[in-house]
T-cell receptor
C-alpha cells in the first residue's frame, strides 16, 4: 500500500447507527486531517492531529468523534448522524517540520457517506 | 482570514484546446503558500503544485503551467493541448505561514474535456 488509504470507500447508514471511518497513511508523516466535502461547498477542515494530539477542531458537532491511536492511523467515529451529514469525507496527511513552512497535504480517495 | 476564489464553476473545452483556470486569493500574511489539486471522479485529491509567496517564477511541468502574480493576487493554472484525462475538478488552496494547519480551498472548477 502506498500513499493514503481510506476504508470503506462507500457507506450507507441510518441515523441511529454507529460506524467508523478509517484512514491509514504510508508516507511516514506526523500529521493527519479529516475534511468534509459536501455538494456545492468548499472543502471544510474538521480535525487536525499533530503527533497524535488533536490540535484543531473546527466546531464540529459531537456526533463526529475522531481518534488517532498512532501517527499512521486516523479514525472518525460516527453516531446519530443527520441526512445533511451525507458527504465525501477525505483524510489527508502531511509532515510538519516544526518550522513555519507550510507542508503539503496528501489526500486519500475519500469515503462517500450517505445518511438515510 | 485567508480566502480563495475560483470564479469559474465549470469549463468545457474540446480536446487539444488550451485552458486556463483562474485562482484569486486574499491574505494579510506576507508569507503564504499556494497549492493546486486535481480531483478526478475517483474522489482523491491529487497534489499538483505548491508555491511559496517569495517565489514568483512561473512553473511549467509538461502540459501544465502556473502563473503566479502577487500584484493581482492570482495563481492561475493553464493546461496546454488538453486531453480527456484532464477532466476533473481542480482546486486552488492557500495556507498562511503561522496557520498552516488551516488550508483554505476554493470552490473548485470542473473541467470537462470533450473528445
Amino acid at each position: 500500500e502506498t500513499g493514503v488509504t481510506q476504508t470503506p470507500r462507500h457507506l450507507v447508514m441510518g441515523m441511529t447507527n454507529k460506524k467508523s471511518l478509517k484512514c491509514e497513511q504510508h508516507l511516514g508523516h506526523n500529521a493527519m486531517y479529516w475534511y468534509k466535502q459536501s455538494a456545492k461547498k468548499p472543502l471544510e477542515l474538521m480535525f487536525v492531529y499533530s503527533l497524535e494530539e488533536r490540535v484543531e477542531n473546527n466546531s464540529v458537532p459531537s456526533r463526529f468523534s475522531p481518534e488517532c491511536p498512532n501517527s499512521s492511523h486516523l479514525f472518525l467515529h460516527l453516531h446519530t448522524l443527520q441526512p445533511e451529514d451525507s458527504a465525501l469525507y477525505l483524510c489527508a496527511s502531511s509532515q510538519l517540520t516544526g518550522t513555519s513552512a507550510s507542508d503539503t497535504q496528501y489526500f486519500g480517495p475519500g469515503t462517500r457517506l450517505t445518511v438515510l | 482570514a485567508q480566502k480563495v476564489t475560483q470564479a469559474q464553476t465549470e469549463i468545457s473545452v474540446v480536446e487539444k484546446e488550451d485552458v486556463t483556470l483562474d485562482c484569486v486569493y486574499e491574505t494579510r500574511d506576507t508569507t503564504y503558500y499556494l497549492f493546486w489539486y486535481k480531483q478526478p471522479p475517483s474522489g482523491e485529491l491529487v497534489f499538483l503544485i505548491r508555491r511559496n509567496s517569495f517565489d514568483e517564477q512561473n512553473e511549467i511541468s509538461g502540459r501544465y503551467s502556473w502563473n503566479f502574480q502577487k500584484s493581482t493576487s492570482s495563481f492561475n493554472f493553464t493546461i496546454t493541448a488538453s486531453q480527456v484525462v484532464d477532466s476533473a475538478v481542480y482546486f486552488c488552496a492557500l495556507s498562511e505561514r503561522y496557520n498552516n494547519n488551516d488550508m483554505r480551498f476554493g470552490a473548485g472548477t470542473r473541467l470537462t474535456v470533450k473528445p
